[in-house]
């Protein structure tokens, strides 16, 4: 019976619908069989029309017909499946769609098992059994079934293609070697193969060092995001905290402030009210002793007249009304200045913060270096928000356009005194500290120093000056020369001359360039160092020039 399985087709027993092994099959008036569930479901697809049909020979029943199992068939169904037929079904693999069929099957054609180069064709493992077992087919090339067989004959002298030619870099043919390329460098495909796969192997090897790397070097930024969060989330739970701290302390120093007016007002008008209610006490006593005298006044008996003026009580003493200082009406004003002052100076204080905790929260250094700007529009992507701080500025200098441009004055300017102003020299800072990656340009006529510096560089003295300590670095731009200064050393620049100068700062890489930007940029000095504190931007502005003839109002404009 094994036997007997092995030789049937499974189509034989197979279901048209669901195209498996029949399963509780059921047969047709017609003689058709079908799994029972299969021909159901065909069955009510059709039940509006009430008319039910065979799904093969399309043969009508009415009404719709009760279906009984086919015993028998059951059996041999269940008879053949133990017996084999399914492991005979699962070796008749059939091509189907992208599959290389077998060459020498007829009708449904068998997947093949291999490809022979030698024969240009295709075999299943049936008929794959003659390069098996006779000797000169052994000696062929068998390879994985393929579609492109043609690919490995020669299109000209249609010849497999087994010699590779290292000068074309091309598979030929054994009769190319002996044509069009003749007396090239040639050597086997299987030794061509052989050292290509060596290369593939190094290649691969170095890739998948990469690969391990790059692992690593992933696990390493997942723990740098990681990091990154975890402070982050502890920079805002720890700033949280510290405003909350800072806004209890300026509620708290505002009722306080309440209070003491409150106790103030309280104290000051108790004091009025006490003197009002004296003075008051004093006018009835005093309106009463004129009342009696008026009544004395208009005794006619002489002797009664002087006898009642000399028995009245002496008036008690009174306030002296002259004490009473006439003066404006400003009791508590001057605690709203004072208020306003420190108002004032506290948004001053957050200005001048601001921009540090903006530029220290926007620039989050990972371990990837990022490279330094190429173009002008690659460092203009660098570009922060700069004002000047009035604060800072000499007398002399005009700021302008939103504290954005700076031009010497003959005439001194309304500045009010302040700790962080120059007195001496002309110079002005900026408000912002910088950090992270900084670029900036600025546009003067005249001369001009641009500077950067630490904004503790000391006020009011030589010392003071850009570029003679170590806090600062400045270059000097004319219309004849540049010269660096840092340290009080000062170093001869060379370079296109320009009325733009760009400056870039990479704080944290303590790098400081400087450049002459028209219409390309040109490097003219840079500064490699160590930077510990923000920089500002600086400038000096001005020119003092020959044979005392006053001074002359130069300007420059930062540009970002």
């Given at each position: 019976m094994a036997q007997a399985a092995a030789q049937l087709d499974p189509e034989t027993f197979s279901c048209s619908l669901c195209l498996d092994l029949l399963k509780d099959p059921v047969a047709t008036f017609c003689g058709h069989s079908y799994c029972r569930k299969c021909l159901q479901h065909h069955w009510d697809a059709e039940e509006e029309r009430r008319v039910y049909s065979c799904p093969q020979c399309r043969r009508t029943f009415t009404p719709r017909p009760v279906l009984e199992k086919n015993t028998m068939l059951?059996?041999?169904?269940?008879?053949?499946?133990?017996?084999?037929?399914?492991?005979?079904?699962?070796?008749?693999?059939?091509?189907?769609?992208?599959?290389?069929?077998?060459?020498?099957?007829?009708?449904?054609?068998?997947?093949?098992?291999?490809?022979?180069?030698?024969?240009?064709?295709?075999?299943?493992?049936?008929?794959?059994?003659?390069?098996?077992?006779?000797?000169?087919?052994?000696?062929?090339?068998?390879?994985?079934?393929?579609?492109?067989?043609q690919e490995n004959i020669c299109p000209r002298h249609d010849e497999v293609m087994k010699i590779f030619c290292r000068n074309d870099q091309k598979i030929i043919c054994g009769l190319c070697c002996m044509d069009e390329h003749k007396g090239h460098d040639t050597v086997a495909a299987a030794a061509e193969r052989t050292e290509r796969q060596r290369e593939l192997e190094e290649t691969r090897?170095?890739?998948?060092?990469?690969?391990?790397?790059?692992?690593?070097?992933?696990?390493?930024?997942?723990?740098?995001?990681?990091?990154?969060?975890?402070?982050?989330?502890?920079?805002?739970?720890?700033?949280?905290?510290?405003?909350?701290?800072?806004?209890?302390?300026?509620?708290?120093?505002?009722?306080?402030?309440?209070?003491?007016?409150?106790?103030?007002?309280?104290?000051?008008?108790?004091?009025?009210?006490?003197?009002?209610?004296?003075?008051?006490?004093?006018?009835?006593?005093?309106?009463?002793?004129?009342?009696?005298?008026?009544k004395i006044s208009h005794t006619l008996d002489h002797s009664q007249f002087l006898h009642?003026?000399?028995?009245?009580?002496?008036?008690?003493?009174?306030?002296?009304?002259?004490?009473l200082e006439i003066r404006p009406r400003r009791y508590f004003e001057d605690v709203a200045a004072a208020v306003t002052k420190l108002r004032d100076e506290i948004q001053q204080v957050l200005m001048e913060t601001q921009t540090n905790i903006s530029q220290t929260v926007s620039y989050v250094d990972v371990l990837l270096k990022v490279p330094e700007p190429r173009s002008r529009e690659d460092f203009l992507r660098c570009s922060p928000q700069i004002t000047l701080d009035p604060n800072t500025a000499f007398k002399h200098l005009l700021l302008s356009e939103e504290n954005r441009k700076v031009t010497f004055m003959k005439e001194v300017q309304?500045?009010?005194?302040?700790?962080?102003?120059?007195?001496?020299?002309?110079?002005?800072?900026?408000?912002?500290?910088?950090?992270?990656?900084?670029?900036?340009?600025?546009e003067w006529r005249g001369w001009v120093d641009v500077a950067v510096a630490d904004r503790n560089i000391s006020r009011g003295s030589k010392e003071s000056e850009f570029g003679s300590n170590d806090k600062s670095w400045r270059l000097y731009c004319s219309s004849g020369r540049y010269l660096f200064y840092h340290n009080n050393i000062r170093t001869d620049v060379s370079g296109p001359r320009s009325s733009r100068v760009g400056v870039y700062l990479d704080h944290r890489a303590g790098l400081l360039s400087f450049y002459s930007v028209s219409g390309t940029m040109e490097l003219l000095h840079r500064v490699q160092t160590s930077f510990t504190q923000p920089l500002h931007v600086g400038f000096v502005s001005g020119c003092q020039s020959q044979g005392g003839r006053g001074l002359d109002a130069t300007s420059c404009l930062c540009s970002w």
């Open positions: 059951a059996a041999l169904v269940e008879t053949l499946v133990k017996t084999g037929l399914q492991d005979a079904s699962a070796d008749h693999c059939y091509a189907g769609a992208g599959d290389v069929a077998c060459d020498v099957c007829t009708g449904r054609k068998l997947k093949a098992l291999k490809s022979c180069l030698d024969c240009r064709a295709s075999y299943c493992d049936s008929h794959l059994q003659h390069h098996r077992d006779v000797p000169p087919l052994q000696r062929h090339k068998l390879v994985e079934p393929s579609q492109q067989l090897q170095k890739i998948q060092q990469k690969i391990q790397h790059t692992e690593e070097d992933l696990k390493v930024l997942q723990k740098e995001v990681e990091s990154i969060n975890g402070s982050a989330d502890k920079a805002v739970k720890d700033s949280e905290k510290i405003l909350t701290q800072m806004i209890r302390l300026l509620e708290k120093r505002r009722s306080e402030v309440q209070q003491q007016v409150r106790s103030t007002q309280g104290a000051a008008v108790s004091g009025v009210k006490e003197l009002e209610k004296k003075l008051e006490q004093e006018m009835m006593e005093l309106k009463r002793r004129d009342a009696e005298l008026e009642r003026l000399s028995s009245l009580p002496a008036l008690s003493p009174s306030p002296d009304s002259s004490s309304s500045y009010c005194d302040h700790p962080d102003r120059f007195t001496t020299l002309w110079q002005v800072l900026s408000r912002e500290g910088l950090t992270g990656r900084c670029y900036w340009e600025v």
